[in-house]
């Protein structure tokens, strides 16, 4: 998920299938983020489309106070594209970046998340 892999098949992350799956990364400090990148499977639309992100949740926290403090959140409509869409933060401080998606029976499964500043 944070390996600089895009579109490595053998590198993909991916949770259960489970209600509202969800995958975080711990920046291992506060960073002020101006932009997350998600890049999707490889399927289009008309294949496998349950193992698509559909309705991607983007989440910028500060798990440094308690409880964690949900500092943005963002939501991509549809199935993102594969080259990769960009959240924009505009300069949110947080350590940590969560992706989730919110549903009965879910799968979350990406190739690759970028933070940047």
């Known amino acids: 998920g944070i390996d600089g892999n895009r579109y490595d098949e053998m590198n993909m992350v991916h949770t259960t ?9 711990d920046l291992k400090g506060m960073f002020c983020i101006d ?6 499977r490889g399927e289009t ?21 308690s409880p964690t403090v949900v500092v943005k959140k963002l939501q ?14 505009g300069g949110v401080w947080g350590n940590e970046v969560k992706l989730s998606l919110q549903g009965e029976s879910r799968l979350l499964m990406f190739y690759e998340v970028e933070v940047y500043p």
């Open 17 to 25: 299938w489970q209600p509202n799956p969800w995958w975080k990364v």
């Open 35 to 40: 932009t997350v990148v998600f890049f999707n």
């Open 45 to 65: 639309a008309h294949e496998n489309k349950e193992h698509l992100a559909e309705d991607l949740i983007v989440e910028v926290l500060n798990s440094e106070v």
């Open 76 to 89: 991509f409509d549809g199935i993102p594209p594969v080259g990769g869409v960009t959240f924009n933060f």
